[in-house]
Every structure is written in C-alpha cells, then in structure tokens.
C-alpha cells in the first residue's frame, strides 16, 4: 500500500497569527504588577479606583470607534449585527464600571485621562476616522483578546471575599471571550494582512502594558 501524502497543517487565521506574534506583550500585562495585585487581592484600592476611572474616559473612546467602524459596512447585515453586539458589550462594561465608580466614589464626568490613556484612544479615533473597518478591527482586537486571556488566567485565583472577583469573573466569563471571539472572526475577514494591520495590532498592546502601569503612580 503505498504511504498517504502528509497533509499540510491548516493555514492559521490572521487573528492567531497577530496573537503569536505580540504573545512577549501579553505576558507582560500578566506578569505586569498591577495584574499580579488584582489576581492575589493585593492592589491598593487607590490604584483600582484610578484605572477604574481610566477605563470609563477609554471604552467611551472604544464604543465610538466601533460605531465608526460599523458606519463603514454597507450592504452586509449580518457584519452590522455582528458591531451591534460588540457595541452592545462596551456598554455592559460601561454598566460594571459605573457600579464601580459608584462604590469607589468617582465622579465619571469629571475624569481626565493620563496621556498614555489618551494616546490609546486618541490611536483608535484616529484609526476608525480614517483607516477602513479592517484596520480598526486590528486596533481595537488586542484590548477584548487579551482580556478574555488575562481573566481565564486569574480564574484560578479567585477565593471567598477577593476584592476584584468581580473584574475577574465578567473578563473571564463565556460570554466576554464569545464577544473577544466575535472580533476576531472580523478582523480575519476585514483586515489585509500587512505592516498597517500588524503595527495597529501591537500598538494597541503596547497601550495595554502602559494602562496598567499608569494607576501605580502617584
């Protein structure tokens, strides 16, 4: 019987292509002090009160990105539902942190970004104003991904009256990695893969290791 032809091993999606590749900035972000002091409840709640803080000034950002974003398909239902979902989930997210805000006793309407904060969202407007859907897509990818990631991997950690169970439970919740999945079933079926698509992608990680650095100080 002569031997089967080997099959060649499946092609990966852009996606997990971009993920491989700016897997050095994700395990930043989990070894990143501010990750370790949620997952061991050590995170002086000063410092959470002002990424909570940060937060609400960046998913307003987000949230209109993806509303550009979505303003750009046309003709093609079934990618708008998929925006109107997504956007759907920033505004859960907008509802925890708002609880947040209420029991840390931040005025959200008086929030002024840190500049590494508004260069991230400076980053997106500027991409979804004018760049196409698919670079937008590969901007605003890393945030949802590596959420989902940095939730499952402090699951584990969880105990009776851990100050931030809440934060971890919604990140690592089936129906955020569903959202984090739905962006990226976009981004391998909007974006090009080239240098633009790729620089979005760890720039917006890059913005991540900075965001968490940020509420440290002072």
């Known amino acids: 019987m002569p031997p089967r032809p080997r099959q060649k091993p499946p092609v990966p999606l852009l996606h997990q292509v971009l993920w491989n590749e700016n897997t050095d900035l994700a395990a930043a972000c989990l070894s990143h002090p501010f990750v370790r002091g949620m997952a061991d409840g050590t995170l002086p709640r000063a410092a959470f009160k002002r990424y909570i803080a940060q937060d609400v000034f960046f998913l307003d950002a987000y949230f209109r990105a993806y509303a550009m974003a979505a303003a750009r398909i046309t003709n093609d239902p079934a990618r708008a539902r998929a925006f109107h979902r997504l956007m759907g989930g920033v505004l859960e997210e907008v509802r925890l942190h708002e609880a947040y805000a209420k029991s ?4 959200i309407r ?3 970004p840190y ?3 508004q260069a991230y969202t400076d980053f997106l407007l ?3 104003w004018h760049e196409g859907p698919g670079e937008t897509v590969a901007a605003m990818t890393p945030c949802m991904r590596l959420y989902s990631w ?3 991997a402090l699951r584990p950690d969880l105990r009776k009256r ?3 169970a809440r ?3 919604n ?3 089936p129906e955020f990695d569903a959202l984090a999945t739905e962006l990226e079933s976009l981004l391998d079926r909007l974006a090009v893969d080239g240098q633009v698509t790729r620089d979005a992608y760890r720039y917006a990680l890059q913005c991540e290791v900075e965001f968490f650095t940020a509420p440290l100080g002072k």
Do not use: F
């Open 115 to 117: 500049p590494c904060v």
């Open 167 to 169: 934060w971890i439970e």
């Open 162 to 164: 851990h100050p931030y």
């Open 150 to 152: 940095l939730g499952k």
């Open 104 to 107: 840390l006793g931040i005025d």
């Open 110 to 112: 008086r929030v002024k």
């Open 126 to 128: 500027r991409t979804a």
């Open 171 to 173: 990140y690592s919740s």
